[in-house]
């Protein structure tokens, strides 16, 4: 044993000495292959966890389809699930934790568009790439602009442009505007008065908007307010259980328009609804029954690896909701470090500012000015029918979806008011 001891620490000896020498020395597999370090910053408890853990499901997804190409630079890449509780300052402490801790190299989220805020900000401080999955607030990538955010998903403007684009050609007639109180919910009332009216038709009007607080128990009050004033169709951009219990209250209380939702496509949102969710619309990037064959391969790999890796949530997550982009959105990541052949914040986004990539719903491009993806819309409606009922008989989206082209959403650079896009 004594011996063995001699003969390992004059080995190190000699290899210090060649290494200050300047001569190459080898270094081992584990030491070369360190993982890079992804986090995830999500609402993980709280009245709205149940849409982190489907994030974080996505998201380890794609890690994992990552990791299947080689990972990124050679390495292969974690995932670390840090809990945002839904509250901006905590937000920014997981960030740090993740970062100066934990040696995260990108930081993540894809809920509340106050969170994202903050964390462009602190990305900004710590000198690391924050990606956007799922923050639609106008100001994120426009006022508020902070040059090491990208952003995966539509902003608020041109989701509102797809469902005013939709309803536009339809027959509906009075809009009422019902949002959850925070920064994203008047982005949305404010954006969707925008939009429509640059598309509507003469007879068609908005007549009234209403904001309630998150996690709201009883819509009875805003309920009785649209109530009085007759919409045909009630726009929103509720999500988590603020989306299914505002659906479902409103049938039961005698409410006959509609929802044209930004979030309906979601299993979660649709089982809290049931049946109240017929006929109603919804509009996003990405859709489950797009038919391209690279999303339609992704549906199937996406079943499979939930049924083996995650058994424990329900079959309604089988079927893809529109936070199946963040997986996508990892993929692209992928392939943006491998172009930058880096993993420093300058050199990345260097390599992304006009990329185009081939997602899994068609061609999306990264614009330079402003980083905020340009990509189609698409619009489904909720009906009893689809193609998905062997494995829920809940509504779903029928039939192929109406494609809005990218060009018809696009804001132009210099009405964002990111100062780079003049």
């Given at each position: ?18 290494s ?19 986090a ?15 994030v ?22 974690k ?37 994202g805020?903050?964390?462009s ?39 509102s ?24 919910g ?47 169709v ?10 299914g ?32 969710a017929l ?6 990037c990405?859709?489950a ?13 996406w ?30 990541l992928g ?20 990329m185009?990539?081939d ?35 809940l ?28």
């Amino acid at each position: 044993m004594k011996i063995g001891k001699q003969i390992a620490g004059g080995a190190l000896v000699v290899w210090l000495l060649l290494s200050l020498m300047g001569f190459p020395v080898a270094v081992s597999a584990q030491a070369q292959k360190q993982p890079v370090v992804l986090a995830l910053i999500e609402p993980l408890s709280g009245p709205f966890k149940d849409v982190g853990t489907e994030v974080a499901a996505f998201v380890e997804y794609g890690v994992e389809q990552l990791n299947a190409k080689g990972g990124v630079l050679g390495q292969p890449v974690k995932l670390k699930l840090y809990d945002n509780q839904m509250k901006p300052d905590v937000a920014i402490r997981m960030a740090k934790k993740a970062v100066l801790e934990d040696g995260a190299k990108i930081i993540m989220n894809n809920t509340n568009s106050a969170v994202g805020l903050a964390l462009s900000k602190v990305a900004m401080e710590l000198g690391v790439i924050h990606l956007i999955l799922h923050n639609e607030a106008d100001e994120i990538m426009g006022t508020e602009f902070q040059l090491n955010s990208f952003r995966v998903c539509l902003s608020t403007s041109m989701h509102s442009g797809i469902l005013a684009h939709y309803f536009a050609t339809t027959p509906h007639k009075r809009f009422y505007l019902l949002n959850q109180d925070y920064a994203f919910g008047h982005a949305v009332a404010d954006s969707f008065k925008k939009m429509f009216q640059k598309v509507k038709r003469a007879d068609q009007e908005i007549v009234g908007e209403e904001f309630h607080p998150m996690a709201t128990k009883d819509f009875g009050p805003y309920v009785t307010k649209a109530l009085a004033l007759k919409p045909d169709v009630v726009i929103t951009g509720n999500f988590g259980p603020d989306l299914g219990n505002l659906i479902k209250q409103s049938k039961s209380l005698g409410l006959k328009a509609i929802f044209g939702a930004y979030f309906l496509d979601s299993a979660m949102h649709i089982s809290q609804a049931g049946e109240a969710a017929l006929g109603s619309v919804t509009g996003d990037c990405y859709l489950a029954t797009v038919k391209t064959k690279k999303n339609q391969e992704f549906v199937k790999g996406w079943q499979a690896w939930l049924k083996k890796n995650h058994p424990e949530m329900s079959s309604v997550y089988l079927v893809p909701s529109s936070i199946a982009l963040d997986a996508d959105a990892i993929l692209w990541l992928g392939e943006v470090i491998n172009l930058a052949k880096s993993m420093e914040a300058a050199k990345i986004i260097k390599a992304w500012e006009g990329m185009e990539y081939d997602g899994l719903t068609g061609k999306m491009t990264m614009r330079a000015c402003d980083h905020q993806v340009q990509r189609a819309g698409f619009v489904g409606v909720m009906q009893a029918n689809h193609a998905f009922r062997n494995i829920h008989n809940l509504p779903f989206l029928s039939g192929d979806p109406i494609v809005i082209p990218a060009e018809k959403i696009t804001i132009p650079p210099k009405d964002t008011g990111n100062p780079r896009c003049k």
